[in-house]
């Protein structure tokens, strides 16, 4: 295998999970990103042990270097409703599970929203929720909280949102997933070298730069502080590759995923397309 940062992208498992092996070939995708079910369904996926069996020998073959899971969208470790709630959770430590079973690295997860009540009314749950979790889930499996665009009342907008639950949780296995388009949204300009500095600062101030497990590498239709979420293709947003290749030059991402999330060339008008090539290759040429 190459050395990092490894250029990866998420990629679809439908009909099987060792389908997104052979999509991720296909783009040339040197780590890759799944959904364990279809994301806005609360019954989890029924992977086979066959399907599980192929998927790893595939992927050895092909020498995928890191293989993340996506948690469904419908969790919220803040959730008022109790059902809700214990579904969130339970869909977490499902996922946890299937990156096990599957040699992943983890689980990214989307922690959830306050509602406008606020990060402090919700915090103490969230906590509790992330514990129950990590002491339901096996032993080795990361579970990465992506920075969220600060939309509504989306939980982690800011990073020291994060940095405190990873705290008080205190678990070697939590940490974060660090989204550019999120990131960038959220007020963060990762077009200046400076300000990813400090952010990095953050991290060693607070939680430690290991903690940074994942990056999903996504340009923003939108302008910097626009709270939106909405990812683009590589340089056809506001980050450009001025913001792509700061990141990828910096020594604390040498090691890291970079997963794309973005829209995609040939077929954007139809929904779902999702990473092609020629986003991979943009972000392997900025490395050169
Ligand atoms: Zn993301
Ligand atoms: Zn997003």
């Not at 929720?129 to 989306?154: F, T």
Request: net charge positive; with cysteine; hydrophobic share 35%.
């Amino acid at each position: 295998m190459t050395k990092g940062p490894y250029i990866g992208a998420h990629v679809s498992a439908s009909g099987g999970l060792s389908n997104a092996i052979l999509n991720a070939i296909k783009i040339d995708a040197e780590s890759i990103q799944i959904f364990p079910g279809a994301p806005q369904v609360w019954k989890p996926a029924n992977h086979t042990h066959e399907e599980i069996e192929k998927f790893k020998s595939l992927r050895e073959h092909n020498k995928i270097h890191e293989v993340w899971l996506h948690n469904i969208y419908l969790a919220n470790m803040a959730a008022d409703n109790s059902e809700q709630l214990d579904k969130s959770i339970n869909s977490v430590v499902h996922a946890l599970n299937l990156s096990s079973k599957i040699n992943g690295a983890g689980v990214v997860l989307h922690t959830g929203s306050h509602k406008g009540k606020g990060f402090n009314k919700v915090q103490r749950k969230v906590i509790s929720s992330l514990k129950k979790i990590l002491s339901l889930a096996p032993g080795d499996v990361k579970l990465a909280l992506e920075n969220s665009a600060g939309q509504g009342g989306a939980i982690g907008g800011d990073f020291s949102e994060l940095y405190y639950l990873i705290d008080r949780v205190n678990d070697q296995r939590l940490g974060v997933c660090l989204d550019t388009c999120h990131a960038f949204a959220a007020g963060y300009d990762l077009r200046k070298k400076d300000e990813i500095d400090k952010i990095i600062q953050g991290f060693q101030d607070s939680i430690s730069v290991d903690k940074l497990f994942v990056v999903h590498a996504n340009d923003s239709l939108m302008d910097i502080g626009s709270n939106k979420d909405r990812h683009e293709n590589i340089n056809e947003g506001y980050i450009g590759n001025v913001g792509f290749k700061n990141l990828l030059h910096n020594k604390f991402f040498r090691e890291l995923s970079f997963i794309l999330e973005v829209p995609g060339f040939q077929n954007k008008s139809r929904k779902s397309k999702g990473p092609d090539i020629e986003n991979v290759e943009r972000l392997k040429s900025l490395l050169k």
